[in-house]
């Protein structure tokens, strides 16, 4: 007994000092949960050298199931999930960080993992260091909401479209497809084997080319009675946006001779773009087009915008978060809204259309679904 005490204390003592060098990984994971499902947020911190692509892994203890990601390409085989880096937010210098987020299913208990890998390396030191929006920092982490689910349909007042009602290829019901102008190469159709939710989604096979250009409208979604404009849809497409100018969703402004508020992407960044003026937002400078966001590819984004016709404002949220190079706050801000704020503008929105237009390079295949209009923000 006394020999056996000695010699663990002796095995003890030999053991190497605790590794002080930083750990691979930093992990940041605020959970957002009702009954049967969560949204996670999360940060990654690179510990490590510099990579350009990245992957970060954990095991969920319980029946996890995730059920789309955003900002990753999140995979899960049996409880093993893996969070891959897309185009954009893969390179990591030492110390940076960037979040991603999935939605997931469970039932029982949601606790966070207790581990995670960064490129097959284990963050030993992932240390739940509480984030600095924790409420305390003896909280226990993660420190879910138990409230109401994340608006995947609709809040009550919001006129929604999920497209499960259509009963054909052709969009058809409140959805009508047109070809302003001439039509070429570009196609829509109602898609059965992609959806972000239920069975069906609107795809548009959109090409290079201004007289590619084809959309898909509803004249229902908005109408006039209203004066504040909150759309939010889940868009999944192949093709990073190019260089050259494209638009994605073109609505009708009756306050202004009839000519779209566009909203698309120029310079690889989403932007506004008022037809009436060719007035962009943000300003497509480098610091402007800087403070605005790619759209990831392969995965279904969530994309919120308000456009307020009492003063003119707009802001916008991609999954979630608000990108700053796309909100109009009525004072110019150079970069931003200057050039938008060149006149007075008070929308009257008509119609919304969802499709792609191309004006020179630009090709997309493009995914639309849960489409909702509502006077206050529906969230994802
Ligand atoms: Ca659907």
């Given at each position: 007994m006394t020999a056996a005490l000695l010699a663990?204390?002796?095995?003890?003592?030999?053991?190497?000092?605790?590794?002080?060098?930083?750990p691979a990984c930093t992990v940041d994971w605020t959970a957002n949960q009702w009954a049967t499902g969560f949204t996670a947020d999360v940060q990654v911190t690179n510990g490590g050298a510099p990579v350009t692509s990245w992957t970060l892994s954990w095991t969920f203890a319980g029946d996890q199931r995730v059920t789309n990601g955003w900002n990753a390409t999140v995979t899960q085989t049996g409880n093993v999930v893996t969070a891959a880096s897309v185009g954009w937010n893969?390179?990591?210098?030492?110390?940076?960080?960037?979040?991603?987020?999935?939605?997931?299913?469970?039932?029982?208990?949601?606790?966070?993992?207790?581990?995670?890998?960064?490129?097959?390396?284990?963050?030993?030191?992932?240390?739940?260091s509480p984030?600095?929006?924790?409420?305390?920092?003896?909280?226990?982490?993660?420190?879910?909401?138990?409230s109401t689910p994340p608006q995947e349909g609709c809040v009550p007042a919001a006129t929604c479209d999920s497209f499960e009602t259509q009963t054909g290829a052709t969009p058809g019901g409140n959805w009508a497809v047109s070809y302003p102008d001439c039509s070429g190469a570009g196609t829509a159709a109602i898609d059965r084997s992609v959806a972000h939710s239920g069975a069906t989604s609107l795809r548009v096979n959109g090409a290079a080319g201004y007289c590619n250009h084809v959309f898909v409208g509803n004249t229902q979604l908005l109408?006039?009675?209203?004066?504040?404009?909150?759309?939010?849809?889940?868009?999944?497409?192949?093709?990073?946006?190019?260089?050259?100018?494209?638009?994605?969703?073109?609505?009708?402004d009756a306050n202004d001779g009839n000519r779209d508020l566009r909203f698309g992407g120029q310079n690889g960044a989403l932007q506004f773009n008022r037809a009436s003026d060719d007035a962009t937002l943000p300003e497509q400078s480098p610091a402007g087009v800087a403070l605005s966001a790619p759209l990831p590819v392969n995965v279904w984004n969530c994309v919120e915008f308000k456009v307020d016709g009492r003063d003119g404002t707009i802001e916008t949220w991609l999954n979630g978060s608000s990108v700053p190079g796309l909100v109009?706050?009525?004072?110019?801000?150079?970069?931003?809204?200057?050039?938008w704020l060149n006149r007075t503008w008070r929308p009257a929105l008509t119609d919304l259309r969802l499709g792609w237009e191309s004006y020179g390079e630009g090709a997309d295949t493009l995914w639309y679904d849960d489409v909702a209009v509502s006077a206050v923000r529906n969230g994802c």
């Open positions: 663990g204390a002796g095995f003890v003592a030999l053991q190497a000092p605790p590794a002080t060098a930083a893969g390179t990591l210098a030492t110390g940076a960080s960037t979040r991603f987020g999935f939605q997931a299913t469970y039932s029982g208990s949601n606790a966070k993992p207790a581990a995670f890998t960064f490129n097959g390396v284990s963050c030993s030191g992932d240390n739940p984030s600095p929006s924790s409420p305390s920092p003896s909280a226990p982490s993660p420190s879910p909401s138990t109408g006039t009675a209203g004066s504040v404009w909150y759309v939010r849809y889940w868009v999944r497409h192949t093709t990073a946006l190019p260089a050259s100018h494209v638009t994605a969703v073109a609505m009708r109009e706050d009525g004072v110019p801000t150079h970069d931003i809204d200057s050039q």
